[in-house]
């Protein structure tokens, strides 16, 4: 039977966090770099199987190996294909051969949870989708496109707090919600204005789930696998509209991307050729690639293409590599180093090393900034977005750049409660995790909100906030836990549990 995962692939947060601490000085200047470029250009990732390998996903070599296997030992396919390599997509076409296209997808495992597990059952971890989640809610981009079958793409925006409830409303603030585009007919569907849009070209193994309950034939004719349908676009012109459109006006950051798909090449390469026949180059990379081995021939031609046949200009950054480090680690420091530069224009208390930035910014100032959106009175337009941050509890991502003043602000008092507290070593990852953001000292746990003492005060009120977000949050249960507001009197703690004003350092 084809093994899809490999469970052993799948790291835990802190282990791609300590992977990023560790990369070189002269990888995390790339990032910082390619952090700068992407600053005020919109941005599409285009993901292929890479992408998904730290979700336990194995890759199509090793799959179309599995598959090369089985078809050799099934006599029912016989006489066997001659001259038949381990390439998924060549047995796919000799399975196609014998049986339709139902078959391959059932060759393929597709209509098997346990090998392709869908959206809910995917196993809750850290990985590169769920840092795009974030970076897709701090606006940076509003669509992906993939040419994986598994779902833990769309399990990653799930647990950033993503809905793809038809039922609930979208907040007007940010994208909370996600619609996926896995085949022509959901194409045609009215999106949510405002949604994140995940374009899977070659289909989706829970989409097939779905569609095979009523027409299994209809529903494997979705799956792109064979040779001969990866070779054209088939009839499948909505994506290959959808791709020119976006490959068009976009910088294509290519994750995990083998680069072998001829179909995608052939039409990157058509796209910006048109692009510079209208314009002329101006030396910013449209083509950034991320992956293993990002320095091969493939992919040294897609980035000479994306800079319209001219070399990279001095300093530009085309290429990031992974192998020192998980492309989750890598994408956490892009995050982070996106972060650093928009808050740094609000005078945001910023550490310098990698270890402090990843802990302020991808793990304490998130846990600060959903306490304060909680806690703060709505104004109008903020209820139905409220609503569906509390429905998914602390998977909800606020923004950071959605204030960047109380961004800004909330970093600062941190510091300046550390430093009150006599704590003055660069806070690590380890220490922010242990604590659930909160800040540990005098034997009690603080989390600074960015409020003004009475803001704070009236989440105490009858009716309240405070109830719902201290059982849904989480806290260090053994302390005493005080949540800090600052203001023109200073920092003021008030007690989660009793409402009681604490004193703050």
Not at 65 to 78: E, I, K, M, Q, R
Not at 233 to 256: E, K, P, Q, S
Request: charged fraction near 20%; hydrophobic fraction near 40%; proline fraction near 5%.
């Amino acid at each position: 039977m084809v093994r899809t995962m490999d469970t052993s692939q799948v790291l835990s947060l802190e282990e791609h966090l300590s992977k990023a601490a560790a990369l070189d000085e002269q990888e995390i200047n790339n990032i910082r770099v390619l952090a700068t470029q992407l600053a005020d250009s919109p941005v599409l990732p285009v993901l292929g199987a890479g992408a998904s390998y730290d979700c336990g996903m194995r890759l199509a070599t090793q799959i179309g190996g599995d598959l090369y296997a089985d078809y050799l030992a099934d006599n029912s396919f016989a006489p066997h294909a001659a001259g038949l390599s381990p390439n998924l997509g060549e047995v796919a076409d000799a399975i196609f051969a014998h049986a339709g296209q139902p078959a391959v997808v059932r060759a393929v495992g597709l209509h098997d949870p346990k090998l392709w597990p869908g959206t809910d059952d995917v196993s809750e971890h850290l990985c590169v989708y769920r840092v795009l989640a974030r970076l897709a809610r701090e606006d940076i981009m509003e669509e992906a496109i993939t040419f994986n079958y598994d779902c833990g793409h769309e399990a990653g925006l799930k647990a950033e707090g993503f809905l793809r409830s038809p039922r609930t409303e979208s907040g007007m603030q940010w994208r909370d919600h996600a619609s996926v585009i896995a085949d022509a007919a959901a194409h045609a569907e009215l999106v949510r204005p405002g949604a994140f849009r995940l374009f899977k070209a070659h289909g989706s193994a829970e989409r097939y789930r779905e569609l095979a309950t009523a027409d299994e034939a209809l529903a494997a004719d979705t799956i792109v696998i064979r040779r001969l349908q990866l070779a054209s676009w088939r009839n499948d012109m909505w994506m290959r509209n959808a791709f020119r459109d976006r490959a068009r006006n976009h910088v294509l950051l290519l994750i995990g991307f083998s680069g072998q798909d001829p179909v995608i090449y052939a039409e990157i390469e058509s796209v910006l050729q048109d692009v510079y026949n209208s314009a002329p180059a101006d030396g910013m990379p449209r083509v950034v690639v991320i992956d293993h081995e990002p320095d091969t021939s493939t992919f040294r031609t897609l980035v000479k293409l994306g800079l319209g046949g001219q070399d990279a200009p001095p300093g530009a950054v085309t290429q990031i590599r992974t192998s020192g480090a998980t492309t989750t680690a890598v994408a956490l420091v892009l995050l982070t180093e996106v972060l650093a530069l928009r808050l740094s224009r609000y005078g945001a208390d910023i550490p310098d090393g990698i270890e402090p930035r990843l802990a302020a910014l991808t793990l304490s100032a998130p846990v600060m900034l959903r306490w304060s959106y909680l806690l703060r009175k709505p104004v109008d337009n903020q209820y139905v977005q409220r609503i569906n941050l509390q429905q998914v509890a602390e998977h909800g991502y606020v923004p950071l750049t959605l204030d960047l003043q109380t961004t800004a602000r909330a970093l600062q008092t941190r510091a300046a409660l550390r430093a009150g507290l006599g704590l003055t070593e660069s806070e690590t990852t380890r220490e922010v995790l242990e604590n659930h953001g909160f800040v540990v000292g005098i034997g009690c746990a603080f989390l600074p909100v960015a409020l003004d003492h009475d803001e704070l005060v009236s989440a105490w009120r009858s009716g309240g906030p405070i109830d719902h977000i201290r059982r849904t949050l989480g806290h260090p249960a053994h302390l005493d836990c005080i949540l800090v507001s600052d203001g023109p009197n200073g920092r003021r703690g008030v007690n989660i549990e009793t409402g009681k004003e604490t004193d703050v350092p």
